[in-house]
């Protein structure tokens, strides 16, 4: 049992796992994002993909992995339109197809479908190698990470600042297959500055 909607409209990231045999409910960690009128489909592999449904950023891209095996939930390659309301089911082959649902944005997903491949998701460790800065003053970094999960840069004077007094920069254009570039306009204004990416 995954998210819902409280009666004080609360939508919950929380999950709780029933066993039939003892009766009890314990928790099942929490998600990354909270959600309701979302679709929960139980892969061939035994993890279960939660995708779709409403939350505090109106209608999430983000899709999300809960092992049952580890307990722990991962993110995974997002939609390609949001969607509540709609309908999952498992085919034959292992990929889940989702179809309908309503979007914000859209008004009506209704007429849209697609597919998720558990083959193509497979999670990648994430690796920044070779940043420098160009002549133009733009920064340039290779970024390897997990197919379709999106990224942003962070800015900071001071490295041992805590999370929330990052300056995100937003998503770098990627100029070559897995090359990076952003601007820093706060640069010229300060003697240093450190840099992070953060995947989600």
């Keep these: 049992m995954v998210g819902g909607d409280q009666v004080n409209d609360v939508i919950l990231a929380s ?7 003892s009766g009890q409910w314990t928790a099942a960690g929490t998600m990354r994002n909270a959600r309701a009128d979302h679709s929960a489909t139980l892969l061939a592999n035994g993890k279960v993909l939660v995708a779709g449904g409403f939350g505090v950023e109106d ?10 095996a580890t307990g722990v939930w991962t993110s995974t390659i997002p939609l390609i339109t949001g969607r ?5 089911f498992r085919l034959s082959n292992g990929k889940v197809l989702l179809v309908g649902g ?21 999670a990648r460790a994430y690796g920044l190698t070779d940043p420098w800065k160009l002549p133009s003053g733009e920064f340039r970094f290779a970024f390897n990470n997990t197919p379709g999960l999106t990224f942003s840069v962070l800015s900071a004077p ?20 897995g090359i990076y570039e952003f601007t ?10 450190f840099y992070r990416v953060r995947s989600r």
């Design 15 to 21: 999950a709780e796992l029933y066993d039939p045999i």
């Design 84 to 88: 509540q309301g709609h309908s999952a």
């Design 102 to 122: 309503f979007n914000f944005n859209d008004q009506d997903s209704s007429a849209t479908s697609e597919l998720y491949d558990p083959a193509n998701a497979v």
């Design 59 to 68: 209608v999430p891209i983000n899709v999300e992995l809960y092992d049952p």
């Design 184 to 193: 820093d306009s706060s640069v010229a204004n300060s003697l240093g500055r």
């Design 158 to 177: 001071d490295p041992t600042m805590t999370d929330g007094s990052w300056v995100n920069l937003g998503q770098p254009t990627e100029v070559l297959p």
